[in-house]
């Protein structure tokens, strides 16, 4: 009975052919599935080191043969591009920290069972999510009625809260056993004292996975910084940069400009280096999270 039962235990480490076969052609669909996702970023980071000449004639490659740099030479040496990232920084900051203080707040008292008026407030939640004022009416309520054009309050209020990350939010707390709220009540606690000391800590996955949406929302946006910010002081990194592609793609073979000692900025390289620095800010957080989206998986594998 003994070897029987050490079989069934320890029988996943003794597959069968057809098994095996399965394991391997599943490891090699996700090594390419995960190539097609870093090879185009490989190709972006290593052009935007390439000449002009050597980006035109190679369709593909990783490492440039003439490397330069040309093209971060030319984003960086007016410093636009420092001042973008250092505006870019307290959107995504102070944004993502609004955004959470609001979803957090709304989602505790819905995921409560014995809320009064608790599927009125959930409907009213539904209805934002399929319907908008549009955006006329919306530049007409921040440029207009609340004066708040240039001012960094104009890209943090109109997208204060993200129904549908409430609704994930709010999904996890009633997740939480009721058995804990009911001791801490047993004990003395009020609604504000559960909130904070019994559910935002057992909520850290789900804290972490909806920061990072509402982060990198803020700092690729740039629809409404468009629209709303004129001064250049207060201009994003996603504005600045866009500004960069559109010079140098339009002016940069005309004869009249002095571009300096470099010559005419090299467009095609342009483009990739300012990709680069749009990215690698907003995906170099994500190795300091990923430790609280596998406790998410965990939770979800081994619950109820």
Request: aromatic share 14%.
């Amino acid at each position: 009975m003994a070897k029987s039962k050490d079989k069934v235990v320890n029988g996943f480490n003794h597959r069968s052919p057809g098994d095996m076969v399965i394991q391997i052609i599943l490891y090699i669909i996700t090594a390419i599935a995960a190539l097609m996702c870093v090879l185009p970023f490989l190709y972006i980071f290593g052009a935007s080191f390439a000449s002009q000449r050597e980006i035109i004639e190679r369709p593909f490659f990783i490492i440039p043969r003439e490397f330069s740099i040309n093209a971060y030479s030319y984003i960086l040496h007016d410093g636009a591009v420092f001042k973008g990232l250092r505006n870019s920084l307290i959107v995504t900051i102070v944004g993502t920290a609004i955004n959470m203080f609001v979803s957090c707040t709304m989602a505790y008292p819905l995921s409560r069972k014995y809320l009064k008026g608790r599927n009125f407030f959930m409907n009213m939640v539904v209805v934002i999510m399929l319907f908008g004022g549009g955006m006329v009416p919306s530049y007409v309520l921040i440029a207009s009625v609340l004066k708040l054009r240039n001012t960094f309050w104009a890209l943090w209020l109109p997208g204060a809260m993200s129904a549908f990350n409430m609704i994930i939010i709010k999904n996890y707390f009633q997740g939480i056993p009721d058995e804990l709220e009911e001791a801490a009540i047993i004990d003395g606690a009020n609604d504000l004292y559960t909130f904070l000391r019994i559910m935002l800590p057992l909520s850290g996955p789900v804290i972490a996975a909806v920061s990072l949406f509402y982060a990198v929302g803020h700092w690729n946006a740039y629809f409404g910084a468009m629209m709303y910010i004129n001064d250049p002081e207060m201009e994003v990194v996603q504005i600045v940069l866009r500004r960069i592609i559109f010079l140098t793609g339009s002016f940069a073979d005309d004869g009249s400009i002095n571009w300096g000692p470099a010559g005419s900025p090299p467009s095609k390289a342009v483009r990739m280096a300012t990709t680069v620095v749009a990215t690698v800010p907003i995906l170099a957080v994500y190795p300091f999270i990923q430790k609280y989206f596998t406790a998410g998986v965990m939770v979800g594998s081994v619950k109820g």
